[in-house]
Structure formats: C-alpha cells, structure tokens
C-alpha cells in the first residue's frame, strides 16, 4: 500500500513537472517569436522607407534598441491565433488581414487617447477609417501573415528548441527583462516626446532639471534622438489637425 502511494505521488510530480516543462516551451516559442519578429518588422520599415521616400529617415539609427515592438506582439497574435491553418493559405491570408487590422486600429486608438500622438496616418490613402486603418495595409497584413506562419513553423520553432533545460529558463527571463525595460523606455519616450511637442506648440518651455527624472529625460529622450526613433509620429494641434511632432520644433 505504502508502495503504490509513493508510486502516486511520484506520477503526480512527474506530471507536474512535465506540465511545467511544456508550459515554459510555450512561453520561450511565443518570446522568441516577439523577438524576432519586432527585429523583421523594423526591417520592413526601413526598407518601405527606402522604397518609398528613397531613404531610410534615420530608422537604421534607432538607439534605444533595433526592435520594433508592435510587429512582434502582432505576429505572436498571428501564430497563437492561426498557427493551426498553415497549410490553408487561404484562411491565413483572410483571417490574418481581419486580426492585424483590428490590431492595429485598437494600438492606434490607445495611442491617440492615452498619449494623444498618431504613429501612422492613412488619410491620403483610399479606404481608409479614421486614418488608423486602410484596405491596402489589410491586403499587407493578410499576405505578411502567412509569411508569419511559414517563419515560425519552418524556422522559429527550431531556433527556439536549440536551448533546453536550465539555460533556456535563465536566457528567457533575461531576454524577457530587457524586452520590458525596452517597452518602458519606448512608452516613456513618446509620452516625453509628445508633452514637449504640445507645450512647444502651446508657446510654453519645456525644459525643467529640477528632479532626477526631468534630468534623465532631457538628456536621454533628446527631440534629435525621438525624431530619429519616431519621425513620423504626429501630434494634434489646436484645430484638431494632426501635425509632425519634428516640425513643431523646426518652427519654434
């Protein structure tokens, strides 16, 4: 009797153990997946800017990180949500336009009210809602999502199984602290950024060093760096026109 308890009591942490081990492969898939993919969202925006304007706006120069977060939280939507259909390319491109063009509206529409910034603008492109969102960047979106898939599938999933045991635990939660710090930096400098660029506007000086803080953020989120980081971030102004953060420094 005493045996066969002992017996349980072994599965029962076995089993424990076994659910913990896949929990935290699950985890280090989707952490590898927001890593790499905010490092290929960023490609993309440098080389759209290349096609586009013929130069790169400095993106190459990004200082606080060459990732760009918003693309890897959307392809790890992308593969949690539609990972089973990878071999419907079909599914993938429809389902995948729907989900990261409601993403994007919402990330859009929280930037707006929280922080009262626009980071893109489709006004000048037809079919568009609000300026969030628009058809052509759906048809993008629809087409970048079987790419997702085929990508994590075929390549993600085995860089991400070459760390086993302990050493994938310590890696992934020393990735994963700087991958908040990264965000909190990112977040804080936009807020920073746009306070300045409305204050400017409003003809009030923005320039305080009375605490450690202020004296971390002048020095840190300088307008030369945020103009680099977030040359096409927008401001409102007093007509409720949406104006280039860089030009309100350029007039004043």
Known sequence: MKEKKIDK?????KEKNT???????IF??????????????????????LIISK?????KLITLGPLCIIYGLGAAIIILALEKYNKNKIKLFIYGAIILTVY??????????????????Y???????????CLLYSIIWGISSILIVIIQTKIINKIANLIKGKA????????????????ILNIWGLAVYSIRAKETLNGKNYITNNTIIQKFENGFFTNERMKILFPDMRILDN???????SEVFEKN
Do not use: H, M
Not at 9 to 13: A, F, H, P, Y
């Open 9 to 13: 009591k072994e599965k029962k942490v």
């Open 239 to 245: 007509t409720g026109n949406p104006i280039f953060a």
């Open 19 to 25: 659910g913990n081990k896949e929990k935290w492969i």
């Open 28 to 49: 280090n898939k989707y952490l590898f997946c927001v890593i790499i993919f905010s490092v290929i969202g960023l490609i993309g925006e440098i080389i759209g800017g």
């Open 168 to 183: 994938r635990i310590v890696v992934d939660i020393i990735v994963s602290i700087i991958l908040i710090i990264y965000t």
């Open 55 to 59: 130069f790169i706006e400095g993106r």
């Open 123 to 133: 006004a000048d492109i037809k079919y568009n809602w609000n300026a969030r969102i």
């Open 104 to 121: 994007q509206y919402v990330i859009g529409f929280i930037l707006e009210a929280i922080l009262g910034i626009k980071l893109w603008y």
